[in-house]
Antibody, heavy 125, light 106 residues
Framework: QITLTESGPTLVKPTQTLTLTCTFSGFSLNIPGVGVGWLRQPPGKALEWLALVHWNGDKRYNPSLNNRLTITKDTSRNQVVLTVANVGPVDTATYYC?????????????????WGQGTLVAVSS | IQLTQSPSSLSASVGDRVTITCRASQVIGKYFAWYQQLPGTAPKLLIYAASTLKSGFPSRFSGSGSGTDFTLTISSLQPEDVATYYCQQLNSFPWTFGQGTKVEIK
């Protein structure tokens, strides 16, 4: 059974760096075709994909966040960390991490499944 | 790739057939998914590869479409289907979501 759990601060001040940790179990991030992504959802708004780290260390980011994101994986600890630099009120959201996989022959992703329960982060002074 | 999802909300009676559409700004292969987000919970994968139903979900849910136009259908709406539904493309980065469709019972 795959599970993911997000952890991090519930409140950060503007201009600070937000660091979130995703701790997972039930799969290995060394397996070809597997990834872990971060997504967020501002209160009452739609989902937004933020970043993805692949099994091979490749990283992808949403360019709309203007290079403020960094994703890293620690395979030995089964963790994926996301940092968001220079946060502002618009970064207030529930942040989710999720397992990604799909076509293991073509090594193409087809889904996020499952998701963690999410962690609500507020940005306020 | 922009995803335009419609309607943004709908209210239907139990037993009604419900259709949600998602239009992509570019052609997408099979790298398309639908998610169900029950109130106050994390999203769950509902359909992947445009038309494959995730195990555990009832067969009243179905997905179809190709190219730029995709559809999620609930053949007979049930009270437990009250949720917001999102489409997502994984064809090319940055992966994107539709704006969501909130489904309610009339």
């Amino acid at each position: 059974q795959i599970t993911l759990t997000e952890s991090g601060p519930t409140l950060v001040k503007p201009t600070q760096t937000l660091t979130l940790t995703c701790t997972f179990s039930g799969f290995s991030l060394n397996i070809p075709g597997v990834g872990v992504g971060w997504l967020r959802q501002p209160p009452g708004k739609a989902l937004e994909w933020l970043a993805l780290v692949h099994w091979n260390g490749d990283k992808r980011y949403n360019p709309s966040l203007n290079n403020r994101l960094t994703i890293t994986k620690d395979t030995s600890r089964n963790q994926v960390v996301l940092t968001v630099a220079n946060v502002g009120p618009v970064d207030t959201a529930t942040y989710y991490c999720a397992h990604s996989s799909g076509d293991l022959e073509l090594l193409r992703f087809l889904w996020f499944d499952p998701w963690g329960q999410g962690t609500l982060v507020a940005v306020s002074s | 790739i922009q995803l335009t999802q419609s309607p943004s909300s709908l209210s239907a009676s139990v037993g009604d057939r419900v259709t949600i559409t998602c239009r992509a700004s570019q052609v997408i292969g099979k790298y398309f998914a639908w998610y169900q987000q029950l109130p106050g919970t994390a999203p769950k994968l509902l359909i992947y590869a445009a038309s494959t139903l995730k195990s555990g979900f009832p067969s009243r849910f179905s997905g179809s479409g190709s190219g730029t136009d995709f559809t999620l259908t609930i053949s007979s709406l049930q009270p437990e289907d009250v949720a917001t539904y999102y489409c997502q493309q994984l064809n090319s980065f940055p992966w994107t979501f539709g704006q969501g469709t909130k489904v309610e019972i009339k």
